[in-house]
């Protein structure tokens, strides 16, 4: 089954929960016992196209190893932009980030908060720096107001207008107007 969002409106199917993965495996390239190159704190990259703010990415700590384009990040902050202005933020526990290609990976507590409220919260989540999407395979958790929607696997945009879950989609609606099924005042 799948549900695309285009901004509004979620389906009332229920609610229903999935188990996640430890955050504490890293899926990377980092072998045990490997020494980096290079170590950076308060480390900061910043995305810009024409002399405009795209996203800005930061982390605790940075670690570079020899012959490989991915660093290991450690608390990993990214505020998204468009035409400079911000819209959303993503923090995970642990990331990689592709120098050359600039796509992140992330990983542990992965949460999306957009500026008007909306929230994203899984275990993972990719983000593609060519076509600007999110995506993942794992169970997702995504709140809007009262409203909860729960599936596996999916595709956005980080500002979250659009949202496609994938498998096993699961949404409960809340009553936001304040009354009751019967109309009446709460």
């Given amino acids: 089954m799948r549900i695309m969002l285009l901004g509004?409106?979620?389906?009332?199917?229920?609610?229903?929960?999935?188990?996640c993965?430890?955050?504490?495996?890293?899926?990377?390239?980092?072998?045990?016992?490997?020494?980096p190159d290079q170590q950076f704190y308060d480390y900061r990259l910043i995305e810009s196209s024409g002399g405009v703010k795209r996203w800005v990415l930061q982390s605790d700590?940075?670690?570079?190893y020899a012959n490989r384009e991915d660093v290991e990040l450690y608390n990993v902050t990214m505020n998204f932009y468009r035409d400079g202005e911000y819209f959303s933020t993503l923090t995970?526990?642990?990331g990689q980030a592709n120098l050359t290609t600039r796509n992140l990976f992330a990983w542990g507590n992965v949460v999306v908060i957009t500026a008007d409220g909306r929230k994203l919260e899984t275990e993972e989540l990719h983000y593609d720096n060519i076509s600007g999407l999110i995506y993942n395979d794992?169970?997702?958790?995504?709140?809007?107001?009262?409203?909860v929607m729960t599936g596996i696997?999916?595709?956005?945009?980080?500002?979250?207008?659009?949202f496609e879950l994938k498998e096993q989609v699961q949404a409960e609606v809340g009553d936001e107007s304040g009354q009751d099924a019967m109309g009446m005042d709460k």
Avoid: C
């Avoid at 700590?61 to 570079?64: C, I, L, Q, V």
């Fill in 8 to 19: 509004a409106g979620l389906l009332p199917v229920g609610m229903g929960l999935a188990g």
């Fill in 153 to 162: 696997g999916l595709e956005a945009t980080p500002d979250l207008e659009y």
């Fill in 138 to 147: 794992v169970f997702d958790r995504f709140t809007r107001g009262e409203d």
């Fill in 21 to 35: 993965q430890s955050s504490d495996e890293p899926p990377a390239l980092v072998k045990h016992g490997e020494i």
């Fill in 61 to 64: 700590k940075m670690e570079k």
């Fill in 92 to 94: 995970s526990e642990r």
